[in-house]
């Protein structure tokens, strides 16, 4: 770490300003190892949008957004739209030291638009620490943790490949899982929970339905499930069915967390007002990383569990951008979902990997990842 930049920082007001001369929206198409079937998409390659923002000193910051059109509603054309055409006309010429400013104001110009939002922000602040020589994270909030312990999600089509796969990443490290629910016959993902339940007695695990089940088959679940000891069950109901969330909350001990259901801050106090036991905050619904660390204190505030996640899947850049939120939240006892685990490649030069069952921030400047430029553009949709 250069301790002189350090010093020096983003916010000495006699620093040279950090011009901004470019700003790309790059969309990518990044295959998966396998095929993510969820209750209401299957996902074989990720459709993103990487963001590339290049300083007049030639120094380059990048963020990332993954499309999510059964979440956020963003599409990958989107997203490219949003940052080409409204975000980037704005910052060019700009100092990127005044990100924060920089943000407010691009948050005002543009509504919604959460991923675009998340990639420009992330990029911006991936630059400032890359000419300061200093950590995202140090740039947003105060370090709580050095290392996180990423969850694996099981979603394969039999209860046999699942177990298998469970064992297998177990062998790696992996000692949290998710199961993919809302997609089979309701029995059989009651077999497979008893079914892991079994093959990993001691380790946490969780089911998360994006949306996919009623109340009466969420109720059936989480009563049938008891012995399988579920963490929490995730988004079990529509995400704006908050009248269903109170009845399956009042009817079960089992936390049920909302992922589809937070789209905002505002959305963290509905959802624990209806009785959820805890949130997963993902930086492309709250629109970007200062308003995640926010999200994270509001759920302090509330006694709410916290998942951090990126989305089914996105490269070590968001990643890297979810871990330095995931350190700086004051708890993510729900776990983290680093999601560049399910890329057949990824598009940094070493990806995130994982030690001991842990994922440790990178001590690098900024988001402490070296993007793969020439990997970049072989992805790239023309
Ligand atoms: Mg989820």
């Known amino acids: 770490m250069n301790v002189l930049a350090r010093i020096a920082g983003p916010h000495r007001t006699d620093a040279a300003p950090l011009i901004i001369r470019r700003v790309d929206a790059i969309?990518?198409?990044?295959?998966?190892?396998?095929?993510?079937?969820?209750?209401?998409?299957?996902?074989?390659a990720a459709q993103n949008l990487v963001v590339r923002i290049e300083a007049a000193d030639g120094t380059v910051g990048w963020g990332e957004a993954a499309s999510a059109p059964t979440m956020t509603g963003d599409t990958q054309g989107g997203l490219v739209a949003a940052v080409r055409d409204h975000l980037a006309p704005l910052i060019v010429g700009q100092d990127a030291r005044a990100w924060e400013t920089l943000r407010k104001s691009l948050h005002r110009a543009l509504a919604g638009n959460g991923g675009a939002h998340s990639a420009v922000e992330m990029a911006l602040l991936d630059l400032v620490g890359r000419v300061t020589g200093q950590r995202l994270i140090d740039l947003i909030a105060k370090p709580r943790r050095k290392a996180v312990k990423p969850m694996w999600l099981l979603g394969n089509p039999t209860i046999e490949a699942d177990v298998a796969e469970a064992h297998a990443k177990q062998k790696q490290g992996f000692d949290l899982f998710k199961l993919k629910i809302g997609v089979k016959p309701l029995a059989k993902e009651i077999t497979i929970a008893h079914a892991v339940r079994e093959a990993l007695p001691d380790t946490p695990l969780c089911a998360d339905a994006n949306c996919g089940l009623t109340l009466a088959a969420a109720k059936t679940y989480v009563e049938k499930t008891r012995k399988a000891r579920l963490m929490f069950v995730e988004q079990?109901?529509?995400?704006?069915?908050?009248?269903?969330?109170?009845?399956?909350?009042?009817?079960?001990?089992?936390?049920?967390?909302?992922?589809?259901?937070?789209?905002?801050?505002?959305?963290?106090?509905?959802?624990?007002?209806?009785?959820?036991?805890?949130?997963?905050?993902?930086?492309?619904?709250?629109g970007g990383i200062s308003a995640a660390v926010e999200a994270g204190k509001i759920c302090q505030r509330l006694g709410l569990s916290v998942n951090i996640a990126a989305k089914i899947a996105e490269s070590s850049i968001s990643s890297a951008a979810a871990l330095h939120l995931a350190c700086a939240v004051p708890k993510a006892d729900w776990g983290v979902s680093l999601t560049h685990f399910y890329l057949a490649e990824d598009i940094v030069k070493?990806?995130?990997?994982?030690?001991?069952?842990?994922?440790?921030?990178?001590?690098?400047?900024?988001?402490?990842?070296?993007?793969?430029?020439?990997?970049?553009?072989?992805?790239?949709?023309?």
């Open 27 to 44: 969309p990518v198409a990044l295959p998966l190892k396998a095929p993510m079937k969820m209750a209401a998409e299957t996902i074989t």
């Open 236 to 286: 079990p109901l529509a995400h704006d069915d908050i009248e269903g969330l109170k009845k399956l909350a009042k009817s079960t001990k089992v936390p049920i967390g909302i992922d589809e259901g937070i789209h905002s801050l505002a959305d963290i106090g509905v959802s624990a007002r209806a009785g959820a036991g805890g949130v997963s905050l993902k930086l492309i619904k709250l």
């Open 350 to 382: 070493r990806p995130l990997p994982l030690a001991n069952g842990m994922v440790a921030l990178p001590d690098g400047p900024g988001l402490g990842i070296d993007v793969d430029e020439r990997a970049v553009e072989r992805f790239r949709v023309r």
